[in-house]
Nanobody
Framework: QVQLVESGGGSVQAGGSLTLSCAVS????????MGWYRQAPGKGREAVAS???????NYAHPVKGRFTISQDSAKNTLYLDMNDLKPEDTAMYYC???????????????????????WGQGTQVTVSS
């Protein structure tokens, strides 16, 4: 059974940094699409960053240049390094995983919630001004 567990959220001041982790169990990284999503109160879930098993990464425009998605296959963990955080980054952050026959099927940040079968429970990020 595939499970995703996020950690690393917290409260920081604007300009600060956080690193989110998503530990994956029940699956070894092979052909996959993974992504970080966020949902602010009263808003829909939006894609933040994506990583496919062929190494392609994509970022949503609001976070480009500030966030970095990466993985450690030995630790079966996905990361999101977040720098220069802004109050508008405040949200619940979720990681998502979809197993695919080949990485070319990944849609990057254009993947919708329904494109991912496996989700974590979320970790809260709060950025104060």
């Amino acid at each position: 059974q595939v499970q995703l567990v996020e950690s690393g959220g917290g409260s920081v001041q604007a300009g600060g940094s956080l690193t989110l982790s998503c530990a994956v169990s029940g699956y070894r990284f092979q052909s996959f699409c993974m992504g970080w999503y966020r949902q602010a109160p009263g808003k829909g879930r939006e894609a933040v960053a994506s990583l496919s098993s062929d190494g392609r990464t994509n970022y949503a425009h609001p976070v480009k240049g500030r966030f970095t998605i990466s993985q450690d296959s030995a630790k079966n963990t996905l990361y999101l390094d977040m720098n220069d955080l802004k109050p508008e980054d405040t949200a619940m952050y979720y990681c998502a995983l979809e197993l695919v026959p080949a990485a070319r099927y990944c849609k990057g940040i254009y993947a919708t919630s329904t494109d991912y079968k496996h989700w974590g429970q979320g970790t809260q990020v709060t950025v104060s001004s």
